[in-house]
């Protein structure tokens, strides 16, 4: 992906970040190294990166800080959390069920619960990508790395 449609920076607001339990904050540390690994993420204002975006939650809206490499503000995108909310919910209600489940469960059932978490997961990502559509255009992986860092933020209120 060529750097003028790259994040090269991540980091999360630390007012809204709440560290929930080791397996969420474990999940957060590799959706940030896979997301700096490979994403698409090109504002549609035309402004070129390579990209550094703050991650946050402020007033029930999640809001994305895009700044230049040399740190430079070019947007912010601010959008409502109503639309995430029962997906969030849900998704981690079945993460908490998940990981309850590799202590005990059968593989089988294990299996089951990770599928209805990966069509939680797909369905939050693509709602956050059909959200974003209008302010920056990113690919199906970005939109699932930033979702689950969507999920680790607190939400004020």
Do not use: W
């Not at 991650?55 to 994305?64: F, N, Q, Y």
């Not at 599928?115 to 990508?129: F, P, S, T």
């Not at 790395?145 to 680790?152: E, P, W």
């Amino acid at each position: 992906m060529p750097d003028h449609h790259r994040i090269i920076d991540v980091t999360l607001d630390e007012h809204s970040f709440v560290r929930r339990n080791p397996d969420v904050d474990h999940e957060r540390r590799v959706a940030v190294f896979d997301l700096l690994q490979e994403n698409r993420f090109a504002p549609t204002c035309g402004a070129e990166g390579p990209f550094r975006v703050r991650i946050g939650a402020r007033e029930g809206r999640l809001v994305l800080e895009v700044r230049s490499e040399d740190d430079r503000e070019i947007d912010t995108v601010v959008l409502a959390l109503t639309p995430f909310r029962r997906v969030i919910r849900e998704y981690f209600q079945i993460c908490e069920s998940y990981y309850d489940a590799i202590k005990t469960a059968s593989p089988s059932r294990i299996e089951a619960i990770d599928m209805g978490r990966k069509g939680l997961h797909d369905e939050g990502a693509e709602l956050l990508r059909r959200h974003l559509a209008a302010k920056v255009d990113v690919d199906e992986a970005t939109s699932r790395r930033l979702f689950t860092l969507l999920c680790v933020l607190h939400f004020r209120g």
